[in-house]
């Protein structure tokens, strides 16, 4: 497999192999062969300047070896040649690697800048990233054809300076990223890398963020911030021929709401159940988090991990000897601590003293235990749905009615990103239609009045982003996502269309209105 890469001034040595590219600035010399557009890769010789005038110009070649690996001689710092009296007036006063590239067996080259190092705006443009990196990202990474040249060239100093108010955000404040610029700066777009996701989102204008911009200055706020909103901002633009991409890291505590204790209160028989087991259980995203509970009296701690949540159970072997409330302690690092208390209340066997009216257990459909009555016993949904199945022990000793909040977890999962999308979080004329696709799928598993609402919400929420971005929504994308074969899917994406056409929103006038 050979190797190789062409550049405005090259020479070969070896046979094709291993490719670098050296940068060679020196003085009163021009560089021969094809030139390359845009970027900053040092002056060339004027010729209209005065004969004695120095002017620093850059020279690339392109180095061949047999061998697949870097020579020793350059993998550490290059030093200059000694110079020579047949070499003035040119003086060499810098010599250094700018990319690496590696051939394929359809004589492609995939070229990758080294550090210090980057391709021009215009080139990125022009040509096919090694990977598929979002095209607003700088590239490092570009592939040529045999017949291209292209080099690397030295970055100048970054034209711009990212600030926040505060990497550490108070739930329900407001975010506020500045980006003060120097130069101009074009295609300015702003994404958010939350934990643990593979990519990162498109930030856009929503109910919950707003962009501003001037010449120097640009500014994202986002109102009403929440943990959902952590992570890695990014902010890329073009400025000075290169792409540049800024980081800033932001945290935001989870609060109590965030923390599911489960169950959150329990009524237990030391008689017929000596133990039993708690568990407090977060986002996943927030793995920053460590537990521990109390009192904990020697019982066993343990984690547990779902798709979307992380557990910390307590598993306790001996009732106690009291009415005692457990606390699950949580703590991140530079964070306040955050508690959740589980009451749980052990049942007194009858006696000679008396003793705790209870209602038996009942396994007709969930596993109720033995509760006391006035409580409320408690039991996890079943299956993939989330939750929590409650039943009250009324005081006379019978079972209540069933009170459940299950909710198939593929529809909140839509639900959830219906509502990020609206806040501002990815690109609705690509993730509606997205979203449109998997509803005949999430329908089928519309089970209890809790699955239909979430249903129902999504749609909704669609609608509004539907109006406020004005995607029409043409035949061929509902009949792609076999809305068609469902009524109710039918008549509620048909809702979607209709809100949109009618109803004014904010931001955008109604179609109706715009005719009349």
């Known amino acids: 497999?050979?190797?190789?890469?062409?550049?405005?001034?090259?020479?070969?040595?070896?046979?094709?192999?291993?490719?670098?590219?050296?940068?060679?600035?020196?003085?009163?010399?021009r560089a021969r062969g094809q030139g390359q557009a845009g970027g900053e890769s040092?002056?060339?010789?004027?010729?209209?300047?005065?004969?004695?005038e120095l002017v620093l110009v850059s020279v690339y070649v392109q180095l061949y070896f047999s061998s697949e690996r870097r020579p020793v001689a350059l993998s550490g710092p290059l030093t200059l040649p000694t110079a020579s009296a047949s070499s003035a007036p040119v003086t060499l006063?810098?010599?250094?690697?700018?990319?690496?590239?590696?051939?394929?067996?359809?004589?492609?080259?995939?070229?990758?800048?080294?550090?210090?190092?980057?391709?021009?705006?215009?080139?990125?443009?022009?040509?096919?990233?090694?990977?598929?990196?979002?095209?607003?990202?700088?590239c490092g990474c570009l592939v040529f054809s045999p017949a291209e040249a292209g080099y690397c060239q030295l970055l100048p100093p970054v034209p711009a300076a990212l600030s926040l108010n505060s990497w550490l955000q108070t739930p329900g404040d407001t975010l506020h990223l500045t980006l003060l610029t120097s130069q101009e700066t074009t295609n300015l777009n702003w994404f958010l890398w939350p934990t643990g996701s593979p990519s990162p989102i498109l930030l856009r204008a929503g109910s919950?963020?707003?962009?501003?911009?001037?010449?120097?200055?640009?500014?994202?706020?986002?109102?009403?911030?929440?943990?959902?909103?952590?992570?890695?901002?990014?902010?890329?633009?073009?400025?000075?021929?290169f792409r540049?991409?800024?980081?800033?890291?932001?945290?935001?505590?989870?609060?109590?709401?965030?923390?599911?204790?489960?169950?959150?209160?329990?009524s237990i028989s030391c008689a017929t159940s000596p133990g039993f087991q708690l568990s407090c259980c977060i986002p996943s995203a927030h793995l920053g988090y460590t537990a521990s509970w109390s009192p904990r009296d020697g019982n066993e701690a343990s984690l547990f991990n779902t798709p979307d949540s992380q557990c910390f159970v307590l598993a306790v072997q001996r009732c106690p000897a009291a009415d005692t409330t457990y606390t699950c302690g949580l703590q991140g690092p530079g964070l306040s601590p955050?508690?959740?208390?589980?009451?749980?209340?052990?049942?007194?066997?009858?006696?000679?003293?008396?003793?705790?009216?209870?209602?038996?257990?009942?396994?007709?459909?969930?596993?109720?235990?033995?509760?006391?009555?006035?409580?409320?016993?408690?039991a996890?949904?079943?299956?993939?749905?989330?939750?929590?199945?409650?039943?009250?022990?009324r005081p006379e000793g019978v079972w209540g009615p069933i009170h459940s909040s299950c909710t198939d977890t593929g529809l909140l999962a839509l639900l959830l990103r219906a509502r990020l999308l609206?806040?501002?979080?990815?690109?609705?004329?690509?993730?509606?239609?997205?979203?449109?696709?998997?509803?005949?799928?999430?329908?089928?598993?519309?089970?209890?009045?809790?699955?239909?609402?979430?249903?129902?919400?999504?749609?909704?929420?669609?609608?509004?982003v539907v109006a406020h971005a004005r995607i029409q929504l043409n035949g061929s994308a509902l009949e792609s996502s076999a809305l068609g074969k469902d009524r109710l899917l039918f008549s509620l994406v048909t809702l979607i269309s209709l809100a949109a056409y009618l109803f004014p929103t904010c931001d955008y006038p109604s179609k109706k209105s715009m005719k009349n």
């Open 422 to 464: 609206r806040a501002g979080q990815g690109w609705p004329v690509d993730e509606v239609p997205q979203i449109l696709a998997q509803l005949p799928e999430q329908a089928v598993v519309v089970t209890s009045p809790t699955d239909l609402l979430a249903l129902v919400a999504t749609v909704t929420i669609l609608a509004k």
């Open 208 to 241: 919950r963020e707003s962009l501003t911009s001037s010449w120097n200055r640009a500014v994202l706020s986002i109102v009403n911030i929440s943990h959902k909103w952590a992570g890695e901002y990014v902010c890329c633009f073009e400025a000075r021929g």
């Open 380 to 393: 996890p949904c079943p299956g993939k749905r989330r939750g929590m199945v409650k039943r009250p022990c």
């Open 338 to 378: 955050l508690g959740v208390a589980v009451s749980v209340t052990v049942i007194q066997v009858p006696g000679a003293w008396g003793g705790d009216t209870t209602r038996p257990e009942d396994s007709s459909t969930i596993a109720w235990n033995v509760t006391k009555t006035g409580h409320v016993a408690q």
């Open 244 to 266: 540049w991409e800024l980081h800033q890291m932001v945290r935001v505590p989870l609060q109590v709401t965030d923390v599911a204790g489960l169950p959150d209160q329990l």
């Open 93 to 138: 006063t810098g010599l250094s690697l700018t990319a690496e590239c590696d051939a394929t067996h359809k004589g492609c080259s995939y070229c990758a800048c080294l550090s210090g190092y980057q391709w021009n705006a215009s080139i990125c443009s022009h040509h096919r990233p090694c990977q598929t990196p979002d095209k607003h990202r700088p």
């Open 1 to 29: 497999m050979g190797k190789h890469e062409h550049h405005t001034s090259w020479a070969r040595l070896g046979r094709p192999g291993l490719a670098k590219e050296l940068e060679k600035p020196c003085s009163a010399h």
């Open 42 to 52: 040092g002056q060339q010789l004027d010729q209209e300047r005065g004969a004695g």
